[in-house]
């Protein structure tokens, strides 16, 4: 029996220390699938010369990230309904720090007031600033991932440990 229970809290505080990682491994793939629905923007915006609406809907089918997939569905309910974006685009996600919510609106307002040509070149813009972003959350990721992973196996020991 006390080797069920001592399995129940290790398991437990493992299971913390994977949601507090959830948070690192989030951004990482927030900012890898932004990377790629602007390269799908990009290439449409070159090529299809689509309605932006219908762009933003078409990238956002097939997003790895949750919190972008939130994000690109936020700003198509805006646009369907003629409204004007803004900071709203980003309730219910926290995983974004204020300057990378201010790169992502700055990016997303900017989308559809230049010719085709000259957006081309702003999405390339933007995404070098996001790969930046994206650097820094993979170095995070690898720190500190893993880390509360570890910590929440050895805390669960540690509690074992206490209570035998």
Known sequence: MTIILILIIIFCFGLIGFKLSAFYINRKKFFSSL???????????????????????????????????????NIFELLDKKQKIDYEIFNHIKILKKEEKDLIFSFFNSLGRLDAYSQSKEIKTYQNKINDYYIVANDECKKYASLFIKLGIIFGILVCLLII
């Open 35 to 73: 990377q790629i629905f602007m390269s799908n923007l990009e290439l449409d915006v070159s090529f299809s010369q689509d309605k932006l609406k219908n762009l933003i809907q078409k990238n956002s089918e097939n997003l790895s990230s949750k919190e972008l997939n939130t994000l690109c569905k």
